[in-house]
């Protein structure tokens, strides 16, 4: 039997993306986090692996879901990542998480090369869209908000690999068949540690996939925005290919008083480190002017 509704005006209501608050999306995201905070023993995921992004940090997933998982009840996630014959991207998730178990489970976590992840990066390669790359120094916070909202550029962290491990530690132990998330050195501990050695070949290959016009936000608030010794100098900045690489734009990120401006010595450092074909630009912007492109939908293009 059909029950006919009275009193509501369906033609007025906002559509799913227009805010954040209105009653269809306010209560799908109640219900999202009461079904996730339910859950419990072994959870699994489909994620579609026929797009470029298939862990989307902003979807309901990512953004509701995953966070109000309680680790209390929850053993195991089981991620499935639903590959397209026809479609730019696929994986096979388990490939890839029994190559990068092979990285460093069974094996002292204090001698985890970076060259042990290759084989991880065969199966998972990376690939950034032309003119699309983003590196960045000191400004994580600052960065990742603006690229949250306005999806201009890849980061790192944007990646399949990089979404799904960032902010994660791990490591195996000698004579263990098991992945461990306590207990592991700290980043700075040793140089071959499982985390540090992954990130630092993850940000190499990233840097190689660099083509066209790449960018990256610096510091402005600090007395020397580029360090040779970062991800960014020692790393990614070597392994740019002129052959592949246009331009490497600086975006400075400054505060209303800034510490630093695009004739910084550091600046001139990184510019003389460049490969000579690769062009080279600086742009001081505003950490204000950032935000606001990203609120203001200003174009991609338009905001430095």
């Given at each position: 039997m059909s029950m006919l509704l009275t009193g509501f005006d369906f033609g007025s209501c906002p559509g799913w993306s227009a805010c954040e608050r209105h009653p269809v999306y306010s209560l799908w995201c109640r219900a999202s986090q009461n079904f996730a905070?339910?859950?419990?023993?072994?959870?699994?995921?489909?994620?579609?692996?026929?797009?470029?992004?298939?862990?989307?940090?902003?979807?309901?997933?990512?953004?509701?879901?995953?966070?109000s998982l309680d680790p209390?009840?929850?053993?195991?996630?089981?991620?499935?990542?639903?590959?397209?014959?026809?479609?730019?991207?696929?994986?096979?998730?388990?490939?890839?998480?029994?190559?990068?178990e092979q990285a460093y489970v069974g094996r002292d976590p204090r001698k985890i090369p970076k060259d042990a992840y290759n084989p991880l990066f065969q199966v998972a390669p990376i690939t950034t869209p032309r003119d699309k790359t983003m590196f960045w120094s000191k400004t994580e916070r600052v960065v990742h908000a603006y690229n949250d909202k306005t999806k201009c550029f890849v980061t790192m962290e944007d990646t399949l690999?990089?979404?799904?491990?960032?902010?994660?530690?791990?490591?195996?132990?000698?004579?263990?068949?098991?992945?461990?998330?306590?207990?592991?050195?700290?980043?700075?501990a040793c140089k071959d540690n499982p985390v540090r050695s992954f990130w630092t070949q993850?940000?190499?290959?990233?840097?190689?996939?660099?083509?066209?016009?790449?960018?990256?936000?610096?510091?402005?608030?600090?007395?020397?925005?580029?360090?040779?010794?970062?991800?960014?100098?020692?790393?990614?900045?070597?392994?740019?290919?002129?052959?592949?690489?246009?331009?490497?734009?600086?975006?400075?990120?400054?505060?209303?008083?800034?510490?630093?401006?695009?004739?910084?010595?550091?600046?001139?450092?990184?510019?003389?480190?460049?490969?000579?074909?690769?062009?080279y630009e600086c742009k001081e912007v505003s950490e204000t002017r950032i935000s606001e492109c990203a609120s203001n939908d200003v174009s991609c293009t338009n905001c430095w």
């Open positions: 905070e339910m859950a419990c023993g072994n959870v699994t995921v489909l994620l579609n692996g026929s797009v470029v992004d298939a862990f989307n940090r902003e979807s309901m997933f990512g953004s509701v879901e995953l966070d209390c009840r929850v053993d195991h996630v089981n991620i499935k990542v639903v590959t397209d014959r026809d479609g730019p991207f696929m994986s096979d998730c388990e490939t890839i998480w029994s190559t990068f690999l990089g979404s799904v491990l960032n902010n994660l530690s791990w490591c195996g132990k000698e004579g263990s068949s098991e992945t461990f998330t306590s207990g592991c050195p700290d980043w700075n993850g940000s190499t290959k990233f840097a190689e996939a660099a083509c066209g016009d790449a960018t990256v936000m610096l510091n402005g608030n600090i007395a020397t925005p580029f360090d040779n010794s970062s991800v960014f100098g020692s790393v990614e900045v070597p392994k740019l290919n002129s052959a592949k690489v246009r331009k490497l734009t600086v975006v400075l990120v400054t505060a209303t008083t800034p510490v630093s401006d695009c004739s910084n010595e550091s600046l001139n450092e990184l510019r003389q480190k460049l490969d000579s074909k690769i062009g």
